[in-house]
């Protein structure tokens, strides 16, 4: 077979039209071979002989799209120093664009003989892996535009590509589950009838679905195990031609896009799916191990593993900044996607040991001109020392709030002393966020995501119910700050299920009306369950799909969140894009009196109300004459202002509305124990009686002037002792977020 001399960039497989330039990075071997598979799995291997900069390249005329390839790495095998070249494994390409099939399970896909694991294993793996394919860059992409959604007007969708679409009625069968079901009519008009601006995909990175789950009768559902960070998941696809999931994936994308719908990633850069020293070689650990992964000083026959999968990617190495960075740009420019979610981002942190701020990595992001300009969301943590790091990333980053999480779901299931806490979140977490110079958007709050509790489980288990899983109910979160409301699980009572469903209704409201970026799961909005299990990471099946088959129940709940995503959207005084002057970081009281804060009688809290044990009620006011920002014209926005009345106790609370210096009267907007009639008029000074464990919001129309009463918009010294007990010691190994299970360590 001809074989020019190609070029060493890109790397990669890249055709251009007439043939196709493949390119390799590896600085251990000593030759690569460039493997072609043929449609009857007959191979064609070619020497790329050309090495520049431990870059191996060729170019073959007449190699199109379609065309199945692997590599195929001579070089060392001392996994004590850290190699493990084994030419007899069929290597996947790190920067394939398509990958077909999976991987088996079969002993030949390890370098090492189970029962002996120092033992070297030379069986060829090429009938057991995966291969790499490649395709065409070309796709009309018409007049695509990203939507122009700012920050602070986000409200995100958390998704599952399957999971969403796989029971939904009005999706064809041959088309659930994959993008193409993600991309129909039917769900894009459910998520725009919901108010979403952006959803945000679970991994679509190709990953590994473990042999070992499979024997089980179980898969890796959630998919973070990935092994091509540059092609999107054949298993999503609706196409069986290798090469298509690319133009499907587009697809979608093009079809949310006109949708105005932002599409972001949950990309999982920290590990890979090869394990730890006793996983398969697939791709990265054949080619160039000590390169891309990060290994024990001590001992480099072992990985050093902050992320509970088995390894860790070497943040210092540069051809692993380049991967990641040259994976980024790929999605942005080429898919079209618009921002990306960062699994366990405190391990891209760690250049060395510690996570650093100002790491190679947050540096090439900051300087970068395509990936600076994208949405960027960390889950600020991993499991490794000093991991948990919400609060600590830098400008430019939003994080997933994972003290928001945590003091939502204390204050509404009745823990002592939270109301401070509860306070300081719902106003936007400026403890934690301000004093680095950012801004509300930096925190993305959430209540419920796919690991753990869906909110449906979160008000009716105390404990977790995994048994499913097959490991005993010992995998998964024990801590859920969870209340099944009297009953665990399902229950006939009513008064039980009136509570719980009022419940749901407080948690969404407390989260679409917080400032910041809420985040909503997926199916949440549908009472969606999963039956107390909560790590179906293994879960592909009824337990972890949304059910679309509604009840009265299931549809009241619908339209509820949708009547408060669209309260967000119509009222920019639930998404500003400032902290709130009021706060104590800004020395008290303040003249633009934007917020107070109220006890149920009417007055100003006091500093010592905060941290009462019994503290679970406040009303909070929210000044619409004092938005000063000026909108995208210049002008200064001007809303109504709102009144909202949180009663946390396992009792009625009777609140008396201030004085007519907030308000002469006041109009009912929403009641999560729907009571209280929208359109109801509630005058300054009135008494209102609210149910155990509900909110009510209520709204007036804008004055002319701002209001001039002393202390209306201030939260002053009460707002002070709120930070204080807001501001407590970070999480000890006991109270961490733990790493949910992605993925069972392979054994001998």
Known sequence: MQMWPGRPYPLGATYDGTGTNFALFSEVAQRVELCLIAPDGTETRVDLTEVDAFVWHGYLPAISPGQRYGFRVHGPYDPARGHRCNPNKLLLDPYAKAIDGQIDGDPSLYSYQFGAPDERNDQDSAAHTMTSVVISPYFDWGNDRPPQHQYHESVVYEAHVRGLTMQHPAVPDELRGTYSGLAHPAVIEHLTSLGVTAVELMPVHQFVNDPSLVEKGLSNYWGYNTIGFFAPHNGYSAFSQAGQQVQEFKAMVKALHQADIEVILDVVYNHTAEGNHLGPTLSFRGIDNANYYRLVDEDQAHYFDTTGTGNSLLMRSPHVLQLIMDSLRYWVTEMHVD????????????????????????????????????????????????????????????????????????????????????????????????????????????????????????????????????????????????????????????????????????????????????????????????????????QDGPISWIDWDLDEDKTALLEFTRRVVRLRQDHP????????????????????????????????????????????????????????????????????????????????????????????????????????????????????????????????????????????????????????????????????????????????
Not at 524 to 529: A, K, Q, W
């Open 573 to 748: 005084v639930f998404r500003r894009r400032r902290f709130f002057a009021g706060q104590a970081e800004h020395g008290g009281e303040s003249d633009l009196r934007d917020i107070a804060w109220l006890s149920p009688d009417g007055q100003h809290m006091r500093d010592d109300a905060w941290g009462a044990d019994h503290a679970r009620a406040v009303m909070v006011f929210l000044n619409g004459d004092a938005i000063v920002e000026p909108d995208e014209r210049g002008q200064d926005i001007v809303d109504d202002s709102f009144l909202v009345l949180f009663n946390g106790q396992p009792h009625g609370v009777t609140f008396r509305i201030p004085g007519k210096e907030y308000g002469e009267a006041w109009t009912a907007a929403l009641d999560t124990d729907e009571q209280v009639e929208p359109g109801t008029s509630v005058p300054a000074d009135a008494d209102l009686e609210l149910a155990e464990k509900s909110v009510v919001v209520l709204t007036r129309a804008p004055r002319t002037a701002a209001p001039t009463a002393s202390g209306i918009g201030a939260v002053a010294s009460a707002s002070r002792e709120a930070a204080k007990v807001a501001k407590r010691p970070a999480p000890t190994a006991e109270t961490r977020p733990k790493r949910r299970t992605t993925r069972p360590r392979p054994s001998a």
């Open 339 to 538: 921002g990306f979610r960062f699994d366990l981002a405190a391990t891209l942190a760690r250049q060395f040991h510690e996570v650093d701020r100002l790491s190679a990595f947050f540096d090439l992001v900051h300087q970068d001109p395509v990936v600076s300009q994208v949405k960027l969301i960390a889950e600020p943590w991993d499991i490794g020392e000093g991991g948990y790091q919400v609060g600590g990333f830098p400008p430019l980053w939003s994080e997933w709030n994972g003290k928001y999480r945590d003091a939502v779901r204390d204050f509404w299931r009745g823990e002592p002393s939270t109301l401070g806490e509860f306070a300081s979140r719902l106003s936007g977490s400026s403890d934690l966020y301000e004093h680095t110079g950012r801004r509300p958007i930096a925190s993305v709050n959430f209540v419920t995501a796919h690991d753990g509790f869906t909110l449906e489980d979160l008000v009716s288990y105390n404990e977790k119910h995994n048994e499913a899983n097959g490991e005993g109910n010992a995998d998964g979160e024990s801590h859920n700050r969870s209340w099944n409301c009297g009953v665990e699980g399902p229950t006939k009572d009513k008064r039980v299920r009136g509570l719980r469903a009022r419940q749901r209704r407080n948690f969404l409201v407390t989260l679409l009306l917080s400032q910041g970026i809420p985040m909503l799961a997926h199916g949440d909005e549908l009472g969606r369950s999963q039956r107390g299990n909560n790590n179906v990471y293994c």
